[in-house]
Structures are given as C-alpha cells and as structure tokens.
C-alpha cells in the first residue's frame, strides 16, 4: 500500500491561504463577490474562491492550447530561444470556451 496523506482540516487549509497569493488578485474578486451580493472582510475566504476560479481560467487555456496544437498552425507559433511560443489567439479560445457553454463572436468591425 502506498503511504497515506495527512488530511487538512478546514481550519488549517484557510490558515495556509494567508500565505498564498493568487493568479487573479483579491481586489478583482472582492468586487465580484460583492457584486453578486458576497460581503466579506476575510481575505481568506477571497482566496478561497479565487481557486476554483483559477481553476476554471486554468483549464480553457490548457484546453486552448490544445486546440493550437491540434490545428498545428505554424502562424500562431513563434521560434523562441527555447523552442516553440505559442500565442493565445481568438480562433483557439473560441472552441475552449464553446466547450464550457460560452460563445464568443468577433465584433463586426473585425469581420
């Protein structure tokens, strides 16, 4: 059997996010946690919800990504030092984000 993973408890998981500072900043979710009605003065608890989210945005540009690679367009890579950069263009994050139930269209003006 493999070794077992010493459980958290809720209280010791909130106290680690004192120290842990997120990709989106508090400020940004604070205002949309107060915008749909969520008052808190806990930065904890801003964090809290700030990693589903990370999540979220994590996985449609993973799932973009991988959307480049299949299209295997060599317009939207760049030879960097070293290897390959991609670049996160509409035509990618169009499908990635159809695939969670958003739909994106270009504005006229660019059609």
């Known amino acids: 059997m493999g070794t077992a993973v010493p459980e958290l408890s809720l209280v010791e998981f909130c106290t680690q996010l004192d120290d842990y500072t997120p990709t989106i900043p508090d400020a940004v979710n604070s205002h949309y946690l ?6 808190t003065d806990d930065p904890r608890i801003v964090r809290l919800v700030s990693l589903p989210a990370q999540k979220f945005i994590s996985d449609i540009v993973n799932d973009a990504l991988q959307h480049c690679k299949m299209r295997g367009s060599s317009q939207n890579t760049r030879k960097g030092t070293k290897g390959n950069v991609f670049v996160l263009t509409l ?4 499908p990635a984000l159809a695939e969670y139930g ?8 660019f059609t």
């Open 91 to 94: 035509e990618d994050l169009t």
């Open 102 to 109: 958003i739909n994106l269209k270009k504005p006229l003006y």
């Open 34 to 39: 107060q915008t749909s009605g969520f008052n």
